[in-house]
């Protein structure tokens, strides 16, 4: 499945350089795994009563290009259902016409004790539906 959600950069993204300060491109990322699973249907907060989360359990990052205040972005991702437990996001950050930051990440499902779990059914079939 793909996705795409854009990004505007504000002066407080940068840093005294004027240039968007790294670990940012990590929080764009999430907000983008965070909107694919809300037009995905999950509720993550109703997720969490049925004692059920998600846990980043792996992030490759290549930071190739640079972005500046005023910058209008875009967070394009694929992602799919690897095995029982994980969920898996391609994640890239363009500049225009241009790949700007990569991303591979890993999320575990599991229980707010820490111990892995399964996909939720409706995300699972989700998942595997786009996979035909």
């Known amino acids: 499945m793909s996705h795409t959600f854009p990004i505007r950069i504000f002066y407080e993204d940068t840093d005294m350089a ?24 999950l509720d993550q907060r109703e997720m969490r009563t049925r004692d059920i989360v998600f846990a980043i359990t792996r992030v490759e990052a290549d930071y190739i290009g640079a972005a500046r205040f005023g910058d209008r972005l875009e967070v394009r991702t694929t992602h799919y259902a690897k095995g029982a437990a994980r969920w898996m ?44």
Do not use: H
């Open 89 to 132: 996001f391609d994640q890239e950050v363009w500049l225009g016409e241009t790949v700007i930051f990569r991303s591979k990440v890993t999320a575990v499902c599991m229980t707010t004790a820490g111990r892995p779990t399964r996909l939720p059914a409706e995300l699972r079939s989700q998942l595997t539906a786009n996979t035909d």
């Open 18 to 41: 004027g240039i968007v300060y790294y670990a940012n491109y990590l929080r764009y990322i999430e907000r983008a795994r965070s909107d694919i699973a809300e037009q995905m249907g």
